[in-house]
């Protein structure tokens, strides 16, 4: 370990909520923030860029999701800890995130002293995770969507039809209906508008 600060980009959409972390972390003696971005699909680029030690993401991003972006990371920037920081602690996102490569997963109404600290626990190959959702996590139980009928219901989200969902998967609307009513089935709901709602709710999508 080297006596520089550990480098940190922050992704973060919410303006005022990311500066307030920049300048909270940035107080502590052995942190500094390198690069900021308000966009999932800034984070490769400026992690490419900047070349941080950790980088702190939000899951629910424009552009592209925290948890997509956490992938690309492991992928191409390896030595870069991912740490997810969330307003949203669904046990779905946390078994997501863990699946992307992140080494860490809290939720933001945590102190600051505790971000600095999971920060710190990362980087020196620790892994961090709110006691509470992992918790959650672990009765919860794995997802148990198939992609094929997650991307059915997301395609659904808009309000589109059968066939329009069909054209857009490239399937028959036969086949759509079968991953749609087993998505309503799995997510013990009536309809694929409950089935969204529940799927998003427990972090599936």
């Known amino acids: 370990m080297t006596d520089r600060p550990i480098r940190v980009l922050l992704a973060e959409d919410q303006g005022m909520l990311r500066g307030a972390l920049a300048l909270l972390l940035g107080m502590e003696d052995d942190i500094e923030v390198v690069a900021q971005v308000g966009a999932g699909d800034a984070i490769l680029d400026a992690a490419l860029t900047h070349r941080p030690d ?9 552009g592209k999701s925290g948890l997509d972006a956490a992938a690309e990371l492991r992928a191409r920037v390896p030595d870069c800890r991912v740490l997810i920081l969330t307003t949203f602690g669904r046990p779905g ?20 002293e505790e971000l600095a600290a999971a920060i710190r626990r990362v980087l020196a190959g620790g892994t961090v995770v709110d ?14 969507l198939t992609a094929r009928e997650s991307d059915a219901l997301k395609a ?10 069909a054209g857009r998967l490239h399937l028959s609307e036969s086949t759509v209906r079968n991953y749609l009513s087993s ?6 709901t009536r309809n694929r508008t409950e089935a969204l709602r529940e799927a998003r709710r427990q972090g599936w999508l």
């Open 131 to 144: 006691p509470a959702l992992a918790t959650a996590a672990l009765s919860a139980g794995p997802n148990p």
């Open 183 to 188: 998505a309503i089935g799995k997510t013990g």
């Open 54 to 62: 950790v980088a702190l993401l939000d899951i629910e991003l424009p």
């Open 156 to 165: 659904s989200a808009d309000g589109a039809t059968v066939a329009d969902i």
């Open 93 to 112: 996102y946390l078994r997501r995130a863990m699946e992307a490569g992140a080494t860490g997963f809290l939720v933001k109404d945590g102190p600051v």
